[in-house]
Structure formats: structure tokens, C-alpha cells
């Protein structure tokens, strides 16, 4: 009995520390803001690295998503007549929920599964140790211009997922199904807000990028040095981002639509 | 060129489409495009009921958009509702003080939006004057009931 409050308290004080350096990091990595404005050039390596090679997964998933959501939504609306709310349901659905949710998960997959793997191995490789000898702080140095990568990087891809998905969208309703074009626009153009729904959404996807990069990076920074705690890491990055993504998406929509 | 100007090229390409796409999103899909952003002037109107009208419904003169309807309150001295609409400035001084407001629904289930018929009066709507005649929204409850009940009494008036 008291082996197993132990035990409880063990992990509990594990759990705790972890947090503890999670956020330590965290702050190390908002003071290498200074180094990132006096060389910029380490942001924009990574901006490329974390979103550029990120446009074709999203653009495509993008894409899918608003064609399928006009095909479902059309089957939908047209047994009550009403085909015209096509355009506001796909272009809402995208702005305040899909895009930002679905850039988030595939970011994690895409980008940040690869930077925690990056600095798993920079640290099993004593690579960030080796930085440190030369005096050089590696938390300012190779995180924390990858943490504002991702931070700018999520919000101009989620933006980029609900343009496509609308286009998507359009161009099953209009070409294939035959919605009208004009009901199609002006119902979304009544419906969608730019403030409710719009800054929201950017709102929304800021958020999942600090949270997805975050958790990539500290996972990547905090993994046991080895080819097996690289890949644990890893797959924690990709489980935990989904998860914290998922569960501050409901949390988001109550306050926000709620 | 160098791999490194390439890659700063490509950065440049994701920023401008991710500025573009935030452009699009707000010029295109919202209604920043198409919403009206000047003055606005206040005329209020008082409804036995207001049905399903919302903040936000349209305000129209032969169906053409002219304000938005900004607030909408429970007055309890008169046991009516307050509606507040945004006209737009420019149609200041060009619509008849003894206008008619009624709440109308567009289609059979749609949105419900406010139309004013326009009265012959010299005098014109200004900031803060109320709309004296309106007629409140049609609910269909109470249309049923009432031709229910109508056919009722042509039934026990023949017998």
C-alpha cells in the first residue's frame, strides 16, 4: 500500500517537473526572440524547413477537404431545398473549425514530428552540448528560431488550408453539382463575419502553433539520447500535439461561439 | 544563384500566399468586402412581436439593403419590443417620418429582415425619431390558430 503511494507520488513529481522544464524552456526560448531579431536569417531557414515544405500537404488536404464537405453537405441540404446555404456551410465550416484543426494535426505530423527527431539527434549526437562549449546558447540559437517559425508558420498555412477548401468547395458545388454561383458567394459572404469568425479562426490556429511547436521542440530538447528515445519522442510529439490541439479546440470554440 | 537565396525566395513565396490567403479570406469569404463601414444614423421602432428578427438583420426600402438592425431590447411599460436600426447616412433626410416598418421573412423559412414602406410625409426620419406604424412579424402558430379557430365558427355558425 504505502509502495504504491510512493509510486503515485513518484510519477505525480515526475509529471511536475517535466511542466516545470517545459516552461523553463518556454522562457528561454521568448528571451532568444533578441537573437532572432539580430539575425534574422536563422528564422527564415526555418520558415523554410517548417512551412514551406509544408504548402503541398496542406494545399492538397485543403483542397479534398472543401470538395468532400460541398459533396456531403450538398446530399444534406438539398432534401430541404435549401443547396444555397452550400457556400456559408463549407466557407464557416472551414474558417471556424476545419482548417485551423486540420493544419494543426498535419503540422504536428509533417513538421513537427521532424523537429523533435532533428534535436533528439542533435542532442544524442552532443551536438547541443558541442554549442554550448563554444559559448554559444543553443535555446536561443537552434530552438527558439524554430519555435517562431512555427508560431508565424500555422496561422499562413491554416489561412492557405481554408482558401483551398473553399475553392475546393466552389468548384464541386458550382461545376459539378450546379449550385448557383451567385447564392453560393453571397451566402457566405452574409454569412461569415469578419471579426466572429475570420480573427477567430487565425486566433485558433495561433494558438495550435505555439502549442504544436512547442511540444515538438521540448519533446525533441527533453528526450533520452538514444536511437530508441529519439523515436519515443517522436511519437509523443505527434499523440500529444493531437491531443492538446483536439481538447484546446473544444475549450476555444466554447469561448469564442459558445 | 545559391541555395541560399533560393531558399530565402521560397520563404518570400509561402509568406506572400499566406498573406494573400488571409487577404482572400477576409475580402472574399467574409462580408468585410461587401459590408457597409460608414455612418450610421438611429431610428427606432416598436413591435407587439418581433418573431425571429435578430441583431445584425437586414433593413430594407424595395428590397434594397438601406441599414442594419443594431439592437433589439424588451421595453416592460408597454409590454413591446425595441428595436434599434442603423440607416445609412446617406439616406438621412430622404425618408418619410410616417414610414411604414414591418418585419418580413424571406421565403418560406428564411431569415427574417425588416422592410420599410416609405409614407408621404414632408418631414423625414432623423438620428433618435421612431417609426410610429409597424406591423410585427408573422408567426405561424398564431396564423394556424387563427384559421383554425376560423374554421371552427364557420362550421358552428352554419349548424
Known sequence: MLNLLGDLGAWGLQALTRLGRAHLLLLAMLRGLLEILRR????????????????????????????????????????????????FMVAASLVRELGPVLTALLFAGRAGSALTAEIGLMKATEQLSGLEMMAVNPEHRVLAPRFFAGLIAVPMLAALFSCLGVLGG??????????????????????????????NGVIKSLVFGFVCTWIAIFQGYDCVPTSEGVSRATTRTVVHSSLAVLGLDFVLTALMFG | ???????????????????????????????????????LFHVTARFDNIGGLKVKAPVTIAGVEVGRVQEIRYDPDDFRAVVVLGIQDQYLGKIPDDSFAKILTAGLLGEQYIGIDPGGSEDTLKEGSEIGITQSALVLEEVIGQFIFGKSQEGAGTE
Not at chain 1, 43 to 67: H, K, N, P
Not at chain 2, 25 to 31: G, P, R
Open chain 1, 40 to 87: 534574422p536569417r536563422l528564422l527564415v531557414d526555418q520558415l523554410y524547413s517548417v512551412g514551406v515544405l509544408t504548402l503541398l500537404i496542406i494545399g492538397v488536404a485543403g483542397l479534398f477537404v472543401g470538395m468532400v464537405l460541398a459533396l456531403q453537405g450538398y446530399n444534406v441540404l438539398s432534401r430541404f431545398g435549401g443547396e444555397t446555404a452550400l457556400g
Open chain 1, 170 to 199: 466552389w468548384m464541386v458545388g458550382g461545376g459539378l453539382l450546379g449550385v448557383d454561383q451567385a447564392a453560393f458567394w453571397n451566402g457566405m459572404q452574409d454569412g461569415i463575419d469578419f471579426n466572429d469568425d475570420i480573427i
Open chain 2, 1 to 39: 544563384m545559391n541555395r541560399k537565396r533560393q531558399i530565402e525566395i521560397w520563404v518570400g513565396v509561402f509568406m506572400a500566399i499566406g498573406f494573400a490567403a488571409l487577404f482572400l479570406l477576409a475580402m472574399k469569404i467574409s462580408n468585410l468586402g461587401t459590408a457597409y463601414s460608414g455612418e
